[in-house]
Antibody, heavy 121, light 108 residues
Framework: EVQLVQSGAEVKKPGESLKISCKGS????????IAWVRQMPGKGLEWMGI????????TYSPSFQGQVTISADKSISTAYLQWSSLKASDTAMYYC??????????????WGQGTLVTVSS | EIVLTQSPGTLSLSPGDRATLSCRAS???????LAWYQQKPGQAPRLLIY???SRATGIPDRFSGSGSGTDFTLTISRLEPEDFAVYYC?????????FGPGTKVDIK
């Protein structure tokens, strides 16, 4: 069974750093792109970027380039999303998703349960 | 960037009704690379349709997708109680990948 299990909810202050995780299981983690999708409170879905765990090839949405870093550790089948300096506007639910295609332009067949990040002073 | 517009914003229907949701793109979506997702409150989205008309694994056949170019439709032939949710379209023909704002299907 394919599963993406994300790390737990976080409460942080503006300016703090954060790294959240997404562990894949039930499939060959290195052979599928993993993307991150943001959902701000009460809002829609936004694609942030994507990584190929096999070689860490990464593409970012222009809206998120320079704002976050996506990485992966294939030895433990885990992808990461990190911030160096959080803002209140980063408050959102973040989903990791699996891409079943061989390109960065893909749909998402499996979703993690989401990690809620709250940034507040 | 391809902008997706979904209509209507909210669709109020009764169980057993037919639901027709529209997704329009600001430019042609290459290869009909259009997906639909369902999201219920407090849950992650779930893939329903990819390639404009292919149902994902385990999706009931009351869900169907159609369209090409800039106009796409998700149809739910007979609404079941569990179908009341928000539906998003997503284009994956061109980077950056983009989602529509969603259509909420609620109980009339």
């Amino acid at each position: 069974e394919v599963q993406l299990v994300q790390s737990g909810a976080e409460v942080k202050k503006p300016g703090e750093s954060l790294k959240i995780s997404c562990k894949g299981s039930g499939y060959s983690f290195t052979n599928y792109w993993i993307a991150w999708v943001r959902q701000m409170p009460g809002k829609g879905l936004e694609w942030m970027g994507i990584i190929y765990p096999g070689d860490s090839d990464t593409t970012y949405s222009p809206s998120f380039q320079g704002q976050v870093t996506i990485s992966a550790d294939k030895s433990i089948s885990t992808a990461y999303l990190q911030w160096s300096s959080l803002k209140a506007s980063d408050t959102a639910m973040y989903y990791c998703v699996r891409c079943p295609m061989t390109t960065v332009t893909c749909y998402f067949d499996f979703w993690g349960q989401g990690t809620l990040v709250t940034v507040s002073s | 960037e391809i902008v997706l517009t979904q209509s209507p914003g909210t669709l109020s229907l009764s169980p057993g009704d037919r639901a027709t949701l529209s997704c329009r793109a600001s430019q042609s979506v290459s290869s009909s690379y259009l997906a639909w997702y369902q999201q219920k409150p407090g849950q992650a989205p779930r893939l329903l349709i990819y390639g404009a008309s292919s149902r994902a694994t385990g999706i009931p056949d009351r869900f169907s997708g159609s369209g090409s170019g800039t106009d796409f439709t998700l149809t739910i032939s007979r609404l079941e109680p569990e179908d009341f949710a928000v539906y998003y379209c997503q284009q994956y023909g061109t980077s950056p990948l983009t989602f529509g704002p969603g259509t909420k299907v609620d109980i009339k």
